[in-house]
């Protein structure tokens, strides 16, 4: 079984060759071009291990970056939606749930940062299908005119479909700053 993926790329290097050196008009140039493309195909065909690269399709990364916007407050037992997508590529974070959705079963790493100002706290859970699977403290609530900021990370084996999520680890109320307080997370394999 051979590679489609080489016959392109066998063509692509034939026009190449014409547009340089000129339309073929002598049989033993078109010889010997088709001798090198011989070549050179069987040489691709060794690279991509008989061919086996045009039964996989192309992956395409799964990663995602929020942040909040502004401060925000949520109750306890909210999933907290991080308003300001960066990156969302594949598609998998869904802004107006606050939640991620595994696209391929995989393993992933999820980071998750928040920053809790004077007299504020944020307990960020990491839940998948509603079972916390991580957690962090950002217990600010001692007194004193500081910020202060945690974070975790958490790498999970993941089935396709499972929901993942952010919400206080307590079922507390929770505020964090704007701009600093983030979910992310890519899928590693």
């Not at 063509?11 to 014409?18: D, G, S, T």
């Not at 395409?60 to 502004?70: D, G, K, N, Q, Y």
């Not at 957690?135 to 958490?154: C, E, L, P």
Request: aromatic letters at 10%.
């Amino acid at each position: 079984m051979r590679c489609t993926h080489s016959k392109e790329l066998l063509w692509l290097l034939f026009y190449i060759y014409a547009a340089v050196n000129g339309v073929c008009t002598t049989g033993i140039a078109k010889k010997l071009i088709k001798d090198q493309l011989k070549t050179l195909e069987r040489s691709v065909n060794m690279v991509v291990d008989d061919g086996s690269c045009c039964n996989q399709k192309l992956k395409m990364p799964i990663a995602f970056h929020a942040e909040l916007r502004t401060d925000r407050t949520y109750k306890g037992g909210s999933v907290w939606v991080f308003d300001n997508v960066v990156t969302n590529v594949g598609n998998a974070y869904n802004l107006a749930t606050g939640k991620f959705t595994t696209p391929t079963k995989g393993v992933y790493l999820f980071n998750w940062y928040t920053l809790s100002g004077p007299d504020k706290v944020s307990h960020a859970g990491l839940y998948v299908n509603g079972k916390i699977k991580g957690r962090q403290a950002s217990n600010n609530d001692g007194g004193g005119k500081k910020w202060i900021t945690a974070g975790s990370s958490i790498v999970l084996a993941l089935e396709k479909g499972d929901s993942v999520y952010i919400m206080d680890a307590h079922g507390q109320t929770a505020t964090m700053s704007g701009g600093w307080s983030t979910f992310s997370g890519a899928q590693l394999s």
